[in-house]
Nanobody
Framework: QVQLVESGGDLVQAGGSLRLSCAAP????????MGWYRQAPEKQRELVAF????????ADSVKGRFTISRDNAGDPVMVYLQMNNLKPEDTAIYYC?????????WGQGTQVTVSS
């Protein structure tokens, strides 16, 4: 069974930074566009950023503060989300998945909590 493993979430003060990591099996995900998603309490899951092998794209709410990157060299492939100048509204569980998400790939996610 293919699994994506997210890590790096933490409790941080507003203005702080975190780096999230996602490990994805290379044979499946090396050529695949990947995304970071988040779900805040009582809100729908939303796409935060995605990365292909040629470009990146961001939700307006995180543009200029978050950076998505990937390292395709190893196995697993790693997908990162560098989050700077965090705000309380960034508090959510963060997940990685393919750009067009596959239901069976949703993992436990990693909790990011930003205190004011």
């Amino acid at each position: 069974q293919v699994q994506l493993v997210e890590s790096g979430g933490d409790l941080v003060q507003a203005g702080g930074s975190l780096r999230l990591s996602c490990a994805a099996p290379a044979t499946v995900f090396r050529p695949t566009a990947m995304g970071w998603y988040r779900q805040a309490p009582e809100k729908q899951r939303e796409l935060v950023a995605f990365i292909t092998n040629m470009e990146t794209n961001y939700a307006d709410s995180v543009k200029g503060r978050f950076t998505i990157s990937r390292d395709n060299a190893g196995d697993p492939v790693m997908v990162y989300l560098q989050m700077n100048n965090l705000k309380p509204e960034d508090t959510a569980i963060y997940y990685c998945n393919t750009y067009r998400p596959i239901d069976d790939l949703w993992g436990q996610g990693t909790q990011v909590t930003v205190s004011s």
